[in-house]
């Protein structure tokens, strides 16, 4: 009887191994998936086991996917391309419609989605219109989600209204450039989104919807004696905890860094995808 046992072991243990682990990486504002690649994040995950399984992206004709083929076994991540100047809810549906794809891919597979800056808010809001699906974990490193303050003072840079808006639009033109003061009014959609929360707001909407069961971990920039820290976005909007519907319910990770993403994010997301993600929490 014990050797049966023990035959059977031999059996079925490897192919519980055969399950890998998903991560899909979700850029910010004004970046795209060659964010994690150029930040060094990608070659972080490469050296310590994580293939590169691809590439979604968004397009008129719909979802643009380029797939790498990789041993079945690997633990495996993808990058995605979302329109970073749109709506929050307009990238929220290419990030479900990419999400969709990867789950049919790898439906026994459970999936850890990490956002940046931007990105982390677009993830969140498509788990809540969504659902989880097979995502069991949120990781957000540097994200909005009690607003910036930049937002505001970008949306107030480019209103021209007002009778004296022609020569606002001139100066303020002629100190960003027409290029960034362009990409700035194309963009007034997310910059609404990411203003700080109060009644009317995206963002007062949104925190106050249910989330699903699943774990949430915040990477928070702070800044020290000697590092400046994140001058995008303060600390505190970066944690999950004092959104109001996941009080309690997120882990934090503090790094002395600036907002941009570095090696060093790298390091600490293989730290934190090396232990198992919690299971789905009971209502």
Avoid: C
């Amino acid at each position: 009887m014990h050797k049966l046992v023990f035959v059977l072991l031999l059996v079925f243990l490897p192919l519980r191994a055969s399950h890998a682990d998903i991560v899909v990486l979700v850029h910010g504002y004004l970046s795209n998936a060659d964010t994690w690649r150029y930040s060094g994040v990608s070659a972080i995950l490469h050296q310590a086991g994580w293939q590169y399984a691809g590439r979604l992206g968004f397009s008129p004709a719909g979802l643009v996917e380029q797939t790498i083929t990789a041993n079945p076994r690997d633990k495996r991540f993808y990058t995605l391309d979302l329109p970073s100047l749109a709506p929050a809810p307009i990238q929220a549906r290419w990030l479900q419609a990419a999400i969709l794809r990867i789950s049919q891919k790898h439906p026994d597979e459970k999936i850890t989605l990490v956002g940046h800056s931007a990105g982390g808010v677009v993830a969140r809001l498509m788990l809540v219109q969504s659902g989880a699906g097979n995502i069991n974990r949120l990781i957000t490193i540097a994200a909005p989600h009690l607003g910036t303050d930049r937002a505001i003072a970008a949306l107030d840079a480019v209103d021209s209204s007002g009778m004296f808006g022609m020569i606002k639009e001139w100066i303020v033109r002629e100190k960003l450039g027409n290029g960034l003061y362009d990409t700035l009014r194309l963009s007034r959609g997310i910059l609404f989104d990411l203003v700080p929360p109060a009644p009317g707001t995206f963002l007062f909407w949104l925190n106050a919807q249910p989330h699903p069961k699943i774990e949430y971990i915040s990477i928070i920039r702070s800044g020290g004696y000697m590092i400046g820290g994140d001058r995008v976005v303060p600390p505190f909007s970066q944690d999950m905890n004092m959104v109001p519907a996941l009080r309690g319910r997120a882990k934090s990770w503090i790094t002395y860094q600036g907002h941009d993403l570095t090696p060093a994010d790298g390091r600490l997301l293989v730290r934190i995808l090396q232990n198992p993600p919690l299971s789905r929490q009971k209502n």
